[in-house]
């Protein structure tokens, strides 16, 4: 396994475009997430150009939290566009299990077969189709209990599960790994998760997908930390965790990761 | 009538989970500001799933600064099911003096009798029909000239009616009350009261709802208080506020709470 | 040429409503931006009221980065309504050479008109017919590659054509000027480019729109440079921005602007 200081830095070198197709509210703050680890966010949804979009950009990523029926057509034609160029896209089932046109949007986006897939616990649960605690947008059950789920729907899909949390884990239905950085003001703050996608994307773009996505975690997470020793609430954390994606090193990265490998 | 820390600790016992159907301006800072001060925020707006997800929600704004038709019979179908629930909803009529379109999409929402009904001096003047001073989103007209128009629309909801200003106005057409907590810069800075109306909903969830919604003003005011110490600009301003949001005690509140209850 | 503090104290003294009809990711920062230097700004999209608002506002700013054809329309008829009242409009052509999409709308928006183009070297190029780099959104060609570009699509515009890059390049097709204000933190945050369509929009109401556009775009930089001089990163250089909007005085501009008038 490379290092993910090494991730990191060939990332920076390529400043992959990542095309979002994500939710309101997360449009602002992911791009400039992207911009300052050091890569170039678009944000096309419309279906009149996401499929043409699509084809120019290194990875994508495909979020259903404010989604509607047009939105979900464009957010199938764009990820059928990687499919076929073999480009990685990443989704998340956001409160996959809270409405009936969540579900039947995210099992049609399963078919596609996403490179990575991203969601707290719950969603993962519900993604797979085990009944996880739908409340909201918010994770009601802990990262251990969807680990089976996780390797399921990896083997299912043929590609890489991650499941957020204090401790994450991340499997292809094969490997496994827990990322142990972050920070607890992290669930304190809206759209940290749906900015993760795009980061786990411009990794995973010409990097293999299990590597990239436990490296993107855990330079997630260690920015996570240098933001949490300054800040003075949720406010000043946003500020600092930017300031910090923007300045990690792939030697502090290195240094601070906590990633253990598992069966 | 209980103190307002009593509210706000009442609340963030029961965490509720806030549906917003609002506009996209607001979207990110109102999740943050409900994160903060100690609530969970969903936005859900597309009208395949906005009435199923309301059912599971303790709360609901209904925001029309940027909607358009589809929004419109989302909000409409949302606020009903919290309606025959007996579950608070919070109407903001953005603008609505503006344009016809926001006029008949208000009216539709006001036959609902939202449980809380918060604008400016101007919206609320415009919203009870009494022809207030339009001029975009702005309020071009004193809380003061519209006290009389608000208990005009609460006797005619049955629900709380709270005019947004320097002082703010809150009645429910028998009992009123001014909140005199707040910080100019407040005025300086996009969605300050769209946001405001998720902190109302949550707070109005399982409280009697004048009562909340004066504690909810006076937390919110407090807050801009704080942040107003040591800001430098409307930049700073908002790290800041997000900060007191976070760290705004049930104590403080009761000291720094300036309420009046009027006849 | 008027100094560009006049025009700042010439725009503050009015506070322009700016209808803007901007993409997603800009729409709360652009908002912020508008409030912080002192204008009144208002994000209303929907066909059904766009055109309605547009005669209640003194500018207006259109941006295609997230448009979909129902906006494209509202976007038509807002701009329609401008040019008939003889109100400056400012066109963003965001992305223009991805997608076919792109092109035909903006090839529509362009039939009418706009007082001011603004875009990156790429996008102007691509506007101009004469085949720009196109690689997502951000710019791939020089700000010297497009000046002829510019003096074109001004000449065929009858207005004026900003091309934005480390150096500003502004002209409207027989005067030219070039503006080297601003900060290279400015490329590492998103929607610096779609707001400041909304400060030109405010300094253009009622002031001729070459000479407001350079003063704007003067404005802007300082700002930057302010900004960058306490900014850890790009998460405190937006905070600072904000702030330096906020305090910038005409005199402080007309000290920091450096603008060279060319021929």
């Known amino acids: 396994m490379q290092t993910p ?17 994500t939710n309101f509210v997360a ?12 890569a170039s966010p678009a944000m096309v949804h419309a279906r009149e150009e996401a499929a043409e979009f699509a084809a120019l950009a290194q990875a994508l990523t495909v979020n259903i939290g404010t989604a509607d029926p047009d939105w979900g057509a464009a957010m199938y034609e764009a990820a059928a566009v990687m499919g076929e160029a073999d480009r990685p896209w990443v989704f998340d089932p956001v409160g996959v299990a809270a409405t009936r046109f969540r579900q039947d949007l995210s099992a049609k986006l399963l078919d596609l077969k996403p490179t990575v897939v991203r969601g707290n616990a719950s969603e993962i649960l519900a993604l797979a189709g085990l009944g996880g605690a739908a409340r909201g947008v918010d994770a009601g059950d802990s ?7 996780a390797r399921d729907l990896a083997s299912r899909t043929g590609g890489v599960v ?8 991340i499997t292809d239905g094969t ?29 995973c773009a010409g990097q293999p997908a299990f590597d990239a996505t436990v490296a993107a975690l ?6 996570g930390e240098v933001a949490g020793e300054t800040a003075q609430g949720p406010g000043s954390f946003q500020v600092a965790f930017l300031d910090a994606l923007y300045h990690l090193t792939p030697e502090a990265l290195n240094t601070a990761a906590r990633i253990e490998v598992v069966a």
């Open 175 to 203: 490997r496994a790994a827990r990322v142990a950085n972050g920070h607890p003001m992290m669930a304190r703050i809206t759209v940290m998760g749906c900015s993760l996608n795009g980061v786990i994307a411009a990794f």
């Open 27 to 38: 449009m602002n703050v992911m791009a400039n997430v992207l911009l300052a680890i050091g």
């Open 5 to 21: 200081g090494s991730s990191l830095a060939t990332m920076r070198a390529a400043t992959p475009l990542v095309h979002n197709i």
């Open 143 to 149: 990262v251990e209990a969807a680990e089976d789920a």
């Open 218 to 223: 855990a330079a997630y997470g260690v920015a």
């Open 162 to 169: 991650a499941v957020s949390g204090p401790v994450d884990f």
